[in-house]
C-alpha cells in the first residue's frame, strides 16, 4: 500500500517570522517583507509601516508575522498585533494558492498567538471581499463590517470588523480538527508517525544534540525514516520537540552499549539497571532533532482542542489516533513548521487585512 507521503506533490511550508529573524535578518524574514511590498498599488506607504512598525513590533514581540511558501515561493503572509485590543494587521494569499483551508487555517494560527492577552480582536477589509466572503468572516464569530473611520485603498471602501476574543477563539477551536486533517508535518503523511515519551533531563540532552541514541525494551523497526514527536513526562507533561528515526538496531544489551555506549547519556550503571532482564534492547538513533521555541503542555493542547489527551506511555503511533494525531499537527503549526499537499485543497478564499 502507497502511502500519501510517497506520491509526488507541491510542498507547501509555513514560516513563522519572530524577533530572532528580525536581529538575523534571515532569508525567511527576507521573503516575507518582499511579500508584504507586492501590495504596494493596493496601500500606498505599506513599506514604511512595515519598516517603521512591523519589524520593530516583531523584535519587541508586540507582533508576530507568517509566511507560506509554496515549492519554496511566497504564496501568502499575515501579521498579528498583540494587546487587549488586538488586530489581524494583514493576510494576503495569491490566487494560486487559495484555500479555504489556508485561510482557516491563517486565521486560527493568528488567534491562537492572541490567546494570551487579547480581550478583542479587529481589522480592516475591502467592501468588494465583505461581500463576497462575508460567510468566511462570520464563521469566525465576525458577524458584521461597518465603514472603517480610516480608508487606506484608493478605488475600494474600507470595512471594520471587531469580535470579542472569547467568540473567536471558540469558533477557532471548533474548526481546528478539520483544518489540521488536510496538512502534514514535514513530508510525512499525519497518518504515520509516533509520539516518544522521555524524562526531562534525557530529552533535554536529545534536544542539545548530547544524546544521539535513545534505548527501549520494546519498539520496532517500522518507525526507521520517520519523524517523531517528543513529549517530556513529569513534571513538564508537554511537547518539546521532534526529531527522525534514523536507524532502528536490536541486539543483546552487552552489544549495544559496545557500539552505542557513547552515545545514550547515561553510564554504564544506569544503562545496566534499565536493561536488567532483557536479552534484547533496541537502540533508536535519532537525527534531524528540532526543539519546539516553547514546550506545549499537554493540558494546553487538550484545552485547544476540547479533548481529553491521555499522557503517552513510552511510546504510541498516531495511526487511527485522531487526538493525538491533531495533537502534534497543532503543536507543528504552532512553531511554523507545517506543510499541505497541494492537490485537494477545497474552497477559495482571498483575505487582504489593512495595517
Request: proline share 5%; with cysteine; hydrophobic share 40%.
Amino acid at each position: 500500500m502507497q502511502h500519501e507521503f510517497d506520491i509526488p506533490r507541491d510542498s507547501f511550508r509555513l514560516v513563522r517570522i519572530d524577533s530572532r529573524d528580525v536581529a538575523t535578518r534571515s532569508d525567511d524574514l527576507l521573503l516575507f517583507r518582499q511579500r508584504i511590498l507586492d501590495n504596494e498599488d493596493s496601500y500606498p506607504g505599506i513599506g514604511r509601516w512595515l519598516d517603521g512598525k512591523v519589524l520593530h513590533g516583531i523584535k519587541a514581540g508586540q507582533r508576530t508575522g507568517f509566511i507560506g511558501l509554496l515549492n519554496e515561493q511566497p504564496v501568502a503572509a499575515a501579521i498579528v498585533k498583540r494587546g487587549r485590543t488586538a488586530k489581524f494587521c494583514h493576510l494576503k494569499l495569491d490566487p494560486d494558492a487559495r484555500s479555504k483551508s489556508l485561510g482557516d487555517l491563517f486565521f486560527v494560527l493568528m488567534t491562537l498567538e492572541l490567546r494570551h492577552s487579547a480581550a478583542s480582536v479587529h481589522f480592516t477589509l475591502p467592501e468588494s471581499l465583505w461581500t463576497e466572503k462575508a460567510s468566511f468572516f462570520q464563521s469566525f464569530s465576525f458577524s458584521n463590517a461597518t465603514r472603517s473611520h480610516r480608508q487606506y485603498r484608493f478605488f475600494d471602501t474600507e470595512l471594520y470588523c471587531e469580535t470579542p476574543f472569547p467568540l473567536l477563539f471558540e469558533s477557532s477551536r471548533q474548526k481546528l480538527s478539520c483544518i489540521l486533517g488536510n496538512f502534514t508535518i514535514g513530508n510525512h503523511s499525519l497518518l504515520t508517525g509516533a509520539v516518544m515519551a522521555l524524562h526531562p533531563e534525557p530529552l533535554q540532552k536529545v534536544l542539545s544534540g548530547e544524546k544521539t541514541v535513545e534505548i527501549r525494551a520494546r519498539f520496532s523497526k517500522q518507525w526507521e525514516g520517520q519523524r517523531i514527536s517528543l513529549y517530556a513526562t513529569r513534571p513538564h507533561s508537554s511537547l518539546a520537540g521532534e526529531a527522525r528515526v534514523g536507524r532502528v538496531v536490536k541486539n543483546n544489551p552487552n552489544h549495544i552499549w559496545d557500539l552505542f555506549g557513547h552515545c545514550v547519556g547515561c553510564t554504564r550503571t544506569e544503562f545496566d539497571t534499565y536493561v536488567a532482564g532483557h536479552e534484547e534492547v533496541f537502540a533508536i538513533l535519532l537525527d534531524d532533532v528540532r526543539a519546539y521555541r516553547d514546550e506545549i503542555p499537554l493540558a494546553q493542547l487538550s484545552h485547544l482542542l476540547g479533548v481529553n489527551l491521555p499522557a503517552p506511555q513510552s511510546y504510541l503511533s498516531l495511526a487511527n489516533n485522531d487526538k493525538w494525531l491533531s495533537a502534534v499537527a497543532l503543536s507543528a503549526a504552532l512553531q511554523g513548521s507545517l506543510s499541505m499537499p497541494a492537490a485537494g485543497r477545497p474552497g477559495t478564499i482571498e483575505t487582504t487585512h489593512s495595517p
